[in-house]
């Protein structure tokens, strides 16, 4: 149950702390509660008694992280899936042999592959364009052909930042839909539809959830039209909805999600800036800091804060970069993101060889640990993995 609306105008993050003003209609709990059924009793006229009828499409559960996520990102409909990756087939499920995607290079490895896969086994090519120049979007378009422009901002893992509304601009265009992957920008600080995306995706995996113990995909749309509705449909033949008990994770994770963010994002603005100047580190990737390229589109796209994500290129070998990551004592070396506790990562291994990624990359994930701790585990595991000497 939903309390009746508040004559205060409520921000989200209120909205989003209190599941949107629940309290469990039997019982009076401010905490909903898990409907775990698979299928959903008929009435005696043989209607289904609510709208629920088999949990393939969803449920009570599944409905209310939807309802939280369709409010925070302003969407006209959000569809939770089993994952990121079962939320992204979903959408490229709509299109046909022939069409064409335009997508950056630098992105979500599982993306990547994807859209690879697709040009190689239906006909779906892509072109792959440089995040770094505002103008290759442009020229990566092929307009009438082009159905689907797939970015993220900031890019994983250089973290390069897309001017949001540029890019809805250049798509629409062309006759192109926008869908923009926010799960390192989520609503909290970044609004893609609100910027002109058609689409907001999410890995719920990450910040949404925020804990490391769910994997979840959201798909949010601007507008309930006949391709929402194709997904829907996608959604309910593959089976690819998210389970009740994830769901339930995923509405817990949400009502700390700006509480975590500004969290995160503050302490990796310190870490940013004090491995700037330090010896055993070449270079910092981080929208955050002024001296980024991206910095001034990110401040005025990324309005509550810079997130917990960033790169550093250790001043050193491929071996040296390895080392810091197996000499962290407080980071754990993992794959991921946006948990609360704080992740180290060498990013080429875990992409595998047609990676463009340098090889003396670590992405670091942020977590909401004492910033002084994260700070002095890098500096002891970049001393004793001797970069910079
Ligand atoms: C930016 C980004 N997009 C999509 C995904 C895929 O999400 P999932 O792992 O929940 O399938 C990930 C996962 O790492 C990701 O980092």
New binding site residues.
């Given amino acids: 149950m939903t309390r009746p609306p508040s004559q205060l105008r409520l921000s989200p993050a209120t909205r989003a702390a209190q599941a949107l003003r629940h309290i469990d209609e039997r019982t009076g709990g401010v905490t909903p509660a898990i409907e775990f059924s698979a299928t959903f009793a008929r009435d005696e006229d043989y209607a289904p008694r609510q709208r629920y009828i088999y949990a393939r499409d969803g449920g009570p559960t599944v409905e209310h992280a939807e309802a939280i996520l369709a409010d925070l990102d302003g969407a006209a409909g959000t569809l939770v899936f089993a ?3 079962a939320a992204l087939v979903a959408l490229l499920e709509t299109l046909e042999t022939g069409d064409h995607v335009a997508a950056p290079l630098s992105i ?1 490895h ?2 990547l592959s994807w859209l690879k896969r697709l040009g190689d086994r239906r006909g779906i090519e892509t072109t792959f364009f440089d995040a770094t120049d505002p103008r290759a979007l442009g020229a990566a378009l092929q307009p009438g052909r082009t159905r689907l422009v797939w970015i ?1 901002s900031p890019t ?1 893992p250089m973290w390069d930042v897309i001017d949001i509304a540029a890019a809805a601009e250049a798509a629409h265009a062309a006759g192109a839909r926008l869908a923009v ?1 926010c ?2 920008a989520p609503p909290c600080t970044t609004l893609a539809l609100a910027l002109g995306a058609d689409f907001a995706f999410h ?1 719920g ?2 910040y949404l959830g925020g804990h490391s113990d769910l ?3 959201v798909l949010s749309s601007a507008r309930a039209d006949a391709v929402w509705d194709e997904i829907r449909a996608v959604r309910h033949l593959m089976g690819s909805v998210i389970a009740a008990f994830e769901a339930w994770l995923l509405i817990r994770g949400l009502r700390t999600l700006y509480l975590r963010y500004e969290r995160a994002s503050a302490s990796a603005l310190a870490i940013a800036t004090h491995l700037e100047t330090h010896r055993g580190v070449a270079r910092v990737l981080y929208p955050g800091l002024p001296g980024h390229p991206g910095h001034a589109v990110a401040a005025r796209q990324m309005t509550g804060g810079f997130g917990g994500m960033l790169s550093i290129l250790v001043a050193g070998t491929e071996g040296q970069a390895r080392d810091v990551a197996r000499f962290a004592q407080v980071f754990i070396p993992a794959t ?2 946006g948990g609360v506790e704080s992740l180290i990562e060498h990013r080429k291994a875990v992409e595998g060889p047609d990676s463009v990624t340098p090889a003396m990359l670590l992405r670091l994930s942020i977590g909401i640990e004492d910033p002084a701790d994260l700070i002095a585990d890098l500096d002891q595991a970049l001393e004793r993995a001797g970069c910079g000497v």
């Fill in positions: 994952s990121g990756m979500y599982g993306a993220e994983n992957d799960t390192v890995s995996t990450k994997t979840a995909g991921s993101l």
